[in-house]
């Protein structure tokens, strides 16, 4: 494993770790628990930038050892997507209102939350089918 690739899940534990101790702050200092919900949110997009490099270093690794590697099959990357795109649905509606004007958050939120279940859901349904394809590869070649 390279050194950039240890950096980076230092930085992802790290990040898990103050997470963790913001919602145990949140939890004995805020009695509305309000920014709880950020926390997790931040918490989400640590472990999907998390998966995203991991998924990057695969296909790094694989195209520096010759072979073609195509950054759409890879389920750590597609996992990583996923998890970022509802880390961001997240952000945008809160459970107290959306953080778009009054004006246009209902013309903005219900669409844009759609659009990003279907997508994050088609992203999912793809890891976990290449996820299926690279183990039985895997397995055939053991």
């Known amino acids: ?5 240890q950096y980076v899940r230092w930085i992802f534990i790290t990040g898990i770790l103050l997470s963790f101790i913001a919602i145990i702050a949140d939890y004995f200092l805020d009695p509305s628990h309000r920014t709880f919900h950020y926390v ?24 520096s050892q010759g072979q073609n ?5 890879q389920p750590a990357l597609l996992i990583g997507l996923f998890v970022l795109l509802g880390a961001f649905a997240s952000f945008i509606y809160d459970g107290e209102g959306s ?7 209902d013309i903005v939120d219900t669409p844009l939350l759609v659009l990003l279940v279907i997508f994050s859901l088609l992203l999912f349904i793809r890891a976990i089918i290449y996820g299926i394809k690279k183990r039985m590869i895997s397995r055939e070649h053991h």
Do not use: D, K
């Open 1 to 5: 494993m390279n050194t950039s690739f």
């Open 40 to 63: 997790v949110a931040a918490l989400f997009c640590f472990t999907g930038l998390h998966y995203l490099f991991v998924g990057l270093a695969h296909v790094y690794e694989a195209r």
């Open 69 to 73: 590697a195509i950054w759409h099959q």
């Open 99 to 105: 953080i778009f004007p009054q004006a246009i958050a």
